[in-house]
């Protein structure tokens, strides 16, 4: 009887750890989609050029129109639907959330290089030209329930134009 016990012990330890290993497996997968669709978003985003800007020889991104293109890349992206949450057969199981989408451009009064901060994300860089930023996030997914609540996975992207002086 000791025996079975203790054999009962080890297997649920051993299913724990396992489903914890999943969890984190998943969580690895989540952010590298998150990833990868935040930087081709930002970069759909960033074509959005104001032409009449553009005519004067200024980089000038149209904020409406990205911010339509950067959603809309999102969607396709990631299989999600217009409130940014997954459809049948997404892999994501929470919705995505928008939680920055800035444009630092010539519109804005920007010089170039510039350094830009925003410690709220952890994001600091040198940027060489007009350029779109965002930040998405979406819930931690969750295998095994504990009393800490895990941290949403968060992605940040920054796309930028290199002007040639």
């Given at each position: 009887?000791?025996?079975i016990i203790k054999l009962a012990f080890?297997?649920?330890?051993?299913?724990?750890?396992w489903f914890f290993q999943i969890q984190n497996q998943e969580w690895d997968i989540m952010r590298s989609m998150l990833k990868d669709a935040n930087n081709m978003a930002v970069h759909d985003a960033s074509q959005e050029l104001n032409e009449a800007a553009r005519a004067?020889?200024?980089?000038?991104?149209?904020?409406?129109k990205a911010y339509a293109t950067f959603r809309h890349s999102l969607q396709s992206n990631l299989g999600l639907d217009d409130g940014l949450s997954p459809l049948a057969g997404s892999r994501l199981q929470?919705?995505?959330r928008i939680v920055k989408f800035d444009i630092v451009d010539e519109?804005?009064?920007?010089?170039f290089p510039m350094l830009y901060e925003d410690p709220a994300y952890g994001i600091t860089k040198y940027i060489q030209g007009p350029s779109v930023i965002a930040v998405i996030e979406t819930e931690h997914p969750v295998l095994i329930s504990r009393n800490k609540v895990?941290?949403?996975i968060t992605v940040p992207a920054v796309q930028e134009y290199k002007l040639n002086h």
């Open positions: 009887m000791d025996y080890v297997l649920l330890i051993f299913i724990y750890s004067q020889g200024r980089l000038v991104i149209d904020p409406d929470a919705q995505v519109a804005t009064g920007n010089t895990q941290e949403a």
